[in-house]
């Protein structure tokens, strides 16, 4: 990454002993943010279906897909964290700036309506594996769920609620301790990162589709992005890095620590996920799961109570993790490209068509659940419609953080332009995949 240029004004060296003092100290926990709740927010219940259904199938032999996975979605995270850090505005609005409004709003209809089925699915997971766990009823569990998270979202003040979130990214660890409940051949495990073995078939790429398609995901980039907005406003002297470079040495640091310990904790979990349907469901010959409860529920004969209670109260907590983000990020991409007032520092009647968009898109994912959908097909279609919205966005992504005009001097690095277009081409090639095996 470029070094920021540096004023020398007594202001700004007050600024940076002020920072010091303040965000860059304490736990390394206490650093941590957008990219960690965005990281965290990638397992949700639809993701852990994803994972477990690949280790259900293929035993470890997946496993690598997560060593690609990193630095690809690493890199496409720090591009978003970067162009809202440094223009100050999120993506729909950057993207705006470089393509047509109305090509800008046509991709923020489509994320909007894969992310409702997405929280749609999240919920109907959620409120399965709380009847697997507690034997009451799912459907008003699935309600309750679905409301408590829109009051939180619509009345709990920003900072309070970021901080709940972030959090709440502790219940992923679930996932990593059912690995050390049950078996796991570390031996296969190993071999399954580097020396894979499975056969080139239709059902094979469709999982690795799968996979890329969940880890990254078009919801994720405007999330990131729009958070780091947020972050300027909550410090009275922080500013855009283009009108306050000197700020940049030390949010580029943040940014940095903050979006691979997110994307960490993702994938950990993701191969904790994978390694523990492996070592159960696969061995047991139960290759085909439908949902993230179907796991919790085969894993209880199999791997015991104890890996079930774990894995289903996992699955509520990643719900109540994700459904903020998937309708926060809809409402930001939406009320951006309208140039609507925007933000969750806002209270609901500040900023009505934002938190309209909130509402909407989490009372229409309620409303899948009365609905004769078949929720995993449902999850398929969605799968397919980001894979198509993440390509244009992702290019357009590449195309701001490259220009000089929209980022001053803090374009991205060679290597970020190159991870970020390699992921794009990828992202690209899943696409076309996806019509083909569809």
């Not at 259900?56 to 162009?83: D, E, V």
């Not at 469709?206 to 994720?220: D, E, F, K, N, R």
Request: hydrophobic share 55%.
């Amino acid at each position: 990454m470029q070094e920021p240029a540096r004023a020398g004004s007594a202001d700004t060296d007050e600024f940076s002993e002020r920072s010091a003092r303040g965000r860059m100290e304490g736990s390394v926990f206490r650093k941590l943010g957008p990219g960690l709740i965005t990281g965290a927010a990638d397992d949700d219940p639809s993701g852990i279906a994803t994972y477990s259904q690949a280790g259900a199938q293929f035993g470890f032999n997946m496993l690598w897909t997560m060593l690609l996975t990193y630095p690809l979605m690493s890199a496409i995270q720090l591009i978003s964290a970067r162009i809202g850090r440094v223009t100050g505005c999120g993506l729909a609005t950057n993207l705006g700036k470089i393509w047509p409004k109305q090509l800008v709003f046509g991709l923020v209809l489509l994320l909007f309506a894969a992310n409702t089925i997405n929280i749609g699915a999240n919920l109907a997971a959620m409120g399965a594996s709380f009847q697997l766990a507690t034997g009451l009823p799912s459907l008003p569990a699935t309600i309750a769920f679905a409301f408590l998270s829109l009051i939180l979202q619509l009345f709990v003040p920003y900072e309070r609620y970021a901080g709940y979130l972030k959090w709440l990214t502790m219940v992923l660890l679930a996932y990593v301790a059912v690995v050390f409940v049950v078996k796991i051949r570390w031996v296969a495990a190993a071999k399954g990162f580097v020396m894979p073995s499975f056969p080139l078939t239709g059902d094979s790429f469709t999982v690795i589709v799968a996979i890329l398609g969940t880890t990254i995901s078009p919801y994720l980039f405007f999330w990131q992005s729009s958070q780091e907005v947020e972050e300027i406003g909550r410090e009275e002297e922080a500013k855009p890095l283009k009108k306050a470079p000197w700020q940049a040495a030390r949010e580029f640091v943040r940014i940095r620590l903050d979006t691979f310990a997110g994307m960490a904790l993702s994938n950990v979990v993701a191969v904790a996920i994978m390694m523990s349907t492996a070592a159960t469901l696969h061995v047991s010959g139960k290759t085909e799961v439908g949902s993230a409860a179907d796991v919790a529920e085969a894993l209880k004969p199999i791997a015991g109570d104890f890996a079930f209670i774990l894995f289903s109260l996992g699955i509520v907590g990643t719900g109540m993790l994700s459904i903020p983000v998937l309708a926060g990020s809809a409402a930001y991409a939406f009320g951006e490209s309208r140039d609507w007032k925007c933000g969750l520092d806002n209270q609901p009647w500040e900023a009505v068509g934002f938190y309209s968009v909130i509402a909407a898109a989490t009372l229409c994912g309620l409303s899948i659940e009365f609905a004769p959908v078949d929720p995993v097909k449902a999850l398929f279609w969605s799968a397919v419609v980001n894979g198509f919205v993440a390509v244009p966005i992702m290019a357009g992504m590449m195309m701001v953080v490259a220009s000089a005009s929209a980022m001053k001097q803090f374009t991205a690095s060679a290597l970020l332009l190159a991870l970020g277009w390699t992921a794009t081409a990828i992202m690209g090639i899943a696409a076309i995949a996806m019509i083909v095996l569809a």
